[in-house]
């Protein structure tokens, strides 16, 4: 069974550009989940999709904003991109919401 | 609001020795709980969870983990390192109860193994 998959890998952007990062849950799972690792910060959460609605969202300014398509696969956007977005983003999923979560390999964000 | 504790930033054991891993958390209710392990520069994979019942849990691996309710505790063990542990190891917590569910996170631990 194949995991959670995100894409791109690694993405390098200039301050005040946009960023997209894509995530596929694994099959099966509604829920998809989004977290900043951020050097010093530890892992925060971020976001919460399920049945294509936003369930939850962490302490995140505006600028960051998602969705969730119906085929479960989900969407992280970044605008006006900062310095302190630099960080890894994981995405998981799980099969219902509240269930054990599935990370995927993060996408390496990097801002110049 | 919950919130996790690991107390050690960075535990270094010997390959073979015995391993305990601390976790502390505050949560109003009974919580749902989590260790993930991280190898450098990877996603997080899941070790084990506890939501209910036997409060020892078995996962892979090798690892356990045992809840205290009394001591708000949730600590990871092992009873024979190998070299391949070595990783940075998370606790967390979720949300039993609602509808805003997420998974708090402490710092993690980093674990050296040496041969």
């Known amino acids: 069974e194949a995991g959670v998959t995100q894409s791109p890998t690694h993405l390098i952007k200039t301050r005040g550009q946009q960023a997209t990062l894509r995530c596929s849950p694994i099959?099966?799972?509604?829920?998809v989940y989004w977290y900043q690792q951020a050097l010093g910060l530890g892992l925060q959460f971020l976001l919460w999709?399920?049945?294509?609605?936003?369930?939850n969202r962490g302490n995140f300014p505006p600028r960051f904003s998602g969705r969730q398509f119906p085929n479960y696969s989900s969407e992280l956007n970044v605008n006006a991109l900062e310095l302190e977005d630099s960080a890894l983003y994981l995405c998981?999923?799980?099969?219902?919401?509240?269930?054990?979560?599935?990370f995927g390999p993060g996408t390496r964000l990097t801002v110049t | 609001a919950q919130s996790v504790t690991q107390p050690d930033i960075h535990i270094t054991v010997s390959e073979g020795a015995s391993l305990e891993l601390r976790c502390n958390y505050s949560?109003?209710?009974?919580?749902?709980l989590f260790w993930y392990v991280q190898s450098p520069g990877q996603g997080l994979q899941l070790l084990l969870k506890?939501?209910?019942?036997?409060?020892l849990v078995q996962g892979i691996k090798g690892f356990e983990a045992e809840f205290k309710r009394s001591q708000s505790s949730f600590n990871l063990r092992k009873p024979s390192v190998h070299w391949s542990d070595a990783a940075e190891y998370f606790c967390?917590?979720?949300?039993?109860?609602?509808?805003?569910?997420?998974?708090?996170f402490g710092k993690g631990t980093l674990l050296t193994v040496n041969p």
């Open positions: 949560y109003g209710a009974t919580p749902y």
């Open positions: 998981a999923s799980s099969l219902f919401s509240g269930g054990e979560q599935y």
């Open positions: 099959s099966g799972h509604t829920s």
């Open positions: 506890y939501f209910s019942g036997d409060t």
């Open positions: 967390a917590v979720g949300d039993s109860g609602g509808s805003n569910y997420k998974l708090t």
């Open positions: 999709y399920d049945e294509g609605e936003e369930r």
